[in-house]
């Protein structure tokens, strides 16, 4: 059974950060694209930013480029998302996601974690 377990989520001030983290059991894992999502209330879901499971690259969101950051740990078989400079735009359900895919204007996943609530506070 395929688990996407995540954690870190919760409310923080402007300004401020929050380190999600993403374990996973049932996978591979260093051979998978693993990835983070998120969605706002009445908003589409949203890439924000993936890491290769194959040469480790990662790419992220243009919007948040700036202030947040994958990465990963084979060993351990999870995916962080670090997120600095928070302000309240980027409140979301944050979602982690084992080998996303888009398809048209949707996105896809082979597994998809339950999505921690970050709220971030003016």
């Known amino acids: 059974q395929v688990q996407l377990v995540e954690a870190g989520g919760g409310l923080v001030q402007a300004g401020g950060s929050l380190r999600l983290s993403c374990a996973s059991s049932?996978?591979?894992?260093?051979?998978?694209?693993m990835a983070w999502f998120r969605q706002a209330p009445g908003k589409e879901r949203e890439f924000v930013a993936l890491?290769?499971?194959?040469?480790?690259?990662?790419y992220v969101a243009d919007s948040v480029a700036s202030r947040y950051t994958i990465s990963r740990d084979n060993a351990k078989s999870t995916v962080f998302l670090q997120m600095d400079n928070l302000n309240p735009e980027d409140t979301a359900v944050y979602y982690c996601?084992?080998?996303?895919?888009?398809?048209?204007?949707?996105?896809?996943?082979?597994?998809w974690g339950q999505g921690p609530q970050v709220t971030v506070s003016s």
């Open positions: 049932g996978i591979t894992f260093s051979n998978d694209n």
């Open positions: 996601a084992a080998n996303p895919s888009k398809n048209g204007p949707t996105w896809r996943a082979q597994y």
């Open positions: 890491t290769v499971g194959r040469g480790g690259n990662t």
